[in-house]
């Protein structure tokens, strides 16, 4: 592999500079052929862990007084959406953290209070429709309305006694461009592969605590219990370890998240995040920038990373892991130099395309970071979005069906194969696709190897 650590220092994957990828017409004409991997799995009962038929009855007492009360709550248009989650399997889809499904979690938030000026009605309606629907999922933040701008200076500027900073402070709130593309895609691919786990999130993030425990396997860190409790010290997020091979950590977004809740709760415009996206996306960017997200600044600190935007692959295959507690391993494609400059690939284009459709098969989505170049192939900027299905054009082309929260389309997007495979920069893949093909650092040694340049460089 090539030296990661200067690979991934180079540039961020976010949208600083708006760059996003554009439809070629090969890919934007071909047909509606059958899709791989399809949107959802089947679903477990919750009494077991074999995977059995999805249920779409209310087959007790309890459930049918949830569902009818939940019902009170929601409009004409939500109420649909319920239904259509009760028929498809989803609404008794209990592949949760805590075997909760997500007709109990909607309840919860029904009925029990949510955070400071967060409604019930409102956190309900958005988290229903993204678990029907989580193409609608966007990073784009939206201003600040004159009510909430005294409020938000305020506190960005808490505790500065520099004035020359507190000014900078004022003009730091006014996010044009979003770096949050990790945190969306990772909100996507919670919502859309695990719809229970999203409900109890939102839930809990909503809810007066503005947090969610969660139990993971040591295991899906590290290979050694050790490696993994040094990563999570890194990262520096909440946890109690139990044993040498679980712990539960607890995620919160960061704490002006509540107040860019606050303003898309009551002024949210049309492309605009729900309230929703603004806490999954604040606590996802915590997770991944060592607890240093400033929401209202979309910038964050931390050790890992020289940029004070978005989050680096590093970072970004931490967050993964922890919130889905799979083993993720981010594997590099491209090779690049000091410089950042683009000089090559660590592996042919047939081997990174065996490697997606693999897992793309297993059930998996691929989150995907993709670069742009110059003229002089450096690298200008990173993005990331989500391969989410593969299909042929009737000329045989293969064509990668891909999720963008950032193009302001709530639908998938397509790319044929020549036209994405040389962007990739990496991807989160499970380690057994790539073991026999590519020699890949493992997440904790990269971590300190990262961590110790970072040191040497500040020195």
């Given amino acids: 592999m090539v030296d990661s650590v200067k690979n991934i220092q180079q540039y961020n994957y976010n949208t600083v500079a708006n760059v996003k ?4 017409n090969d890919a934007a004409k071909v047909s509606a052929a059958p899709v791989s991997n399809p949107v959802r799995n089947i679903i477990p009962f919750c009494s077991s862990d074999m995977v059995v038929n999805k249920r779409t009855e209310l ?8 569902y009818t009360e939940l019902l009170k709550f ?5 109420k649909k959406q319920l239904e259509m989650l009760l028929k498809s399997g989803i609404l008794l889809n209990c592949e949760s953290n805590d075997r909760s499904t997500v007709l109990d979690n ?3 938030m029904a009925i029990t209070p949510r955070a400071e000026g967060l409604s019930n009605e409102g956190m309900l309606r958005d988290t229903i429709a993204v678990i029907s629907y989580p193409f609608i999922i966007t990073q784009q933040f939206g201003d600040i309305p004159q009510r909430y701008r005294q409020k938000a200076l305020a506190a960005n500027t808490d505790g500065e006694t520099n004035l020359v900073q507190r000014f900078r402070d004022q003009n730091e709130i006014d996010v044009e461009h979003s770096g949050t593309c990790v945190a969306a895609s990772i909100e996507f691919n919670l919502a859309e592969k695990m719809p229970a786990e999203f409900a109890r999130f939102a839930e809990g993030l909503s809810s007066p605590s503005m947090s969610v425990q969660k139990e993971i396997k040591l295991r899906n860190l590290a290979d050694h219990a050790l490696d993994a409790i040094w990563l999570l010290n890194a990262f520096e997020i909440p946890f109690e370890a139990h044993n040498f091979d679980s712990a539960t950590l607890t ?8 107040i860019r809740a606050q303003i898309q709760t009551t002024d949210k415009d049309p492309l605009e995040r729900s309230p929703l996206d603004v806490l999954m996306q604040s606590t996802f960017m915590q997770v991944g920038s060592q607890q240093s997200y400033n929401t209202l600044t979309d910038r964050r600190l931390g050790k890992f990373n020289q940029n004070d935007k978005g989050l680096i692959e590093f970072e970004k295959t931490f967050t993964e892991s922890v919130v889905e507690d799979k083993s993720k391993l981010s594997v590099t494609y491209q090779t690049v130099d000091e410089n950042a400059r683009l000089i090559g690939y660590e592996t042919d284009f047939d081997t990174m395309k065996r490697h997606i459709l693999t897992a793309l098969d297993m059930g998996e989505n691929v989150i995907i970071g993709y670069t742009q170049v110059d003229q002089n192939n450096i690298i200008i900027n990173g ?3 989500t391969i989410i299905g593969h299909k042929r054009s009737p000329e045989g082309k293969l064509i990668f069906i891909c999720n963008d929260t950032d193009d302001n389309i709530s639908k998938p997007v397509e790319y044929t194969e020549d036209y994405l495979l040389p962007k990739i920069h990496h991807a989160a893949l499970p380690e057994s696709i790539v073991a026999d093909d590519l020699t890949v650092t493992p997440n904790w040694v990269e971590g300190l190897n990262i961590y110790k340049e970072m040191k040497d460089k500040a020195a």
């Fill in 106 to 108: 909607l309840y919860k």
């Fill in 59 to 66: 087959s007790s007492q309890e459930e049918k007084q949830k």
């Fill in 74 to 78: 929601v409009d004409k248009n939500t």
């Fill in 383 to 385: 993005h990331e979005i």
């Fill in 251 to 258: 995620f919160a977004p960061d704490k002006n998240a509540i």
């Fill in 21 to 24: 990828l554009n439809n070629v």
